[in-house]
């Protein structure tokens, strides 16, 4: 089964939307693949379909920055259900298992290969 990059890059924008119509802070730019960004001044920007949104960027009332993911987690920080430091230890989380499942897998296969060599010598 093949993903498509424009799937992805929907998702992506569809839940920046999301964030930028549900947050609780100011969004103050999306920054997109290729190191550009769709800055917000009281405006509508247009997005061109291509680019992968890869960060949002939040302002709170006392002039605090934080930087999120397009992604159910980012949501939840940008609609005030979790904190920022709950948000990072949740992300932190998220890529310790999937180290962990690589490295479980990967374990796996070389178990298995030096269990075949084994049979077959």
């Known amino acids: 089964m093949c993903v498509t990059n424009n799937f992805i890059e929907q998702q992506a924008y ?19 693949s290729g190191s550009n960004s769709l800055e917000f001044h009281n405006q509508d920007v247009q997005w061109n379909g ?4 890869t960060k949002v960027i939040l302002e709170d009332s006392k002039g ?16 005030g259900e979790i904190t920022y430091r709950e948000y990072k230890k949740l992300i932190k989380a998220d890529n310790l298992k999937v180290y962990g499942v690589s490295f479980l897998s ?5 178990v298995g290969m030096v269990t075949m060599m084994k049979f077959l010598i």
Request: proline fraction near 2%; hydrophobic fraction near 45%.
């Open 14 to 32: 569809d839940i920046s939307q999301e964030i930028r119509k549900c947050s609780i802070y100011k969004v103050v730019k999306f920054e997109v």
């Open 50 to 53: 291509k680019d992968l949104v």
């Open 64 to 79: 605090i920055y934080y930087s999120i993911s397009p992604d159910t987690l980012g949501l939840r920080f940008a609609k």
């Open 106 to 110: 990967i374990g796996i296969l070389i």
